[in-house]
């Protein structure tokens, strides 16, 4: 099993858009109360998303 480029360009591009989704929920959790609370359900949404992202990835190989 070999990684050639395209591969680790979308590995690259999953990881990019896991930061964004890290940078935008934290932006959402500076909001008193409610972006508290609403930051609680997003990181929950934002793990099964990445791990979708990362497994549809990785079954390419």
């Given at each position: 099993?070999?990684?050639?480029?395209?591969?680790?360009g979308?590995?690259?591009?999953?990881y990019?858009?896991?930061?964004?989704?890290?940078?935008?929920?934290?932006?959402?959790?500076?909001?008193?109360?409610?972006?508290?609370?609403?930051?609680?359900?997003?990181y929950?949404?934002?793990?099964?998303?990445?791990?979708?992202?990362?497994?549809?990835?990785?079954?390419?190989?």
């Amino acid at each position: 099993m070999s990684l050639d480029l395209k591969n680790i360009g979308n590995y690259i591009v999953v990881y990019v858009l896991t930061l964004m989704i890290f940078v935008l929920i934290s932006l959402i959790a500076s909001v008193p109360i409610i972006g508290w609370l609403i930051s609680i359900f997003a990181y929950f949404y934002r793990l099964i998303v990445v791990s979708v992202l990362f497994g549809e990835v990785y079954a390419q190989n």
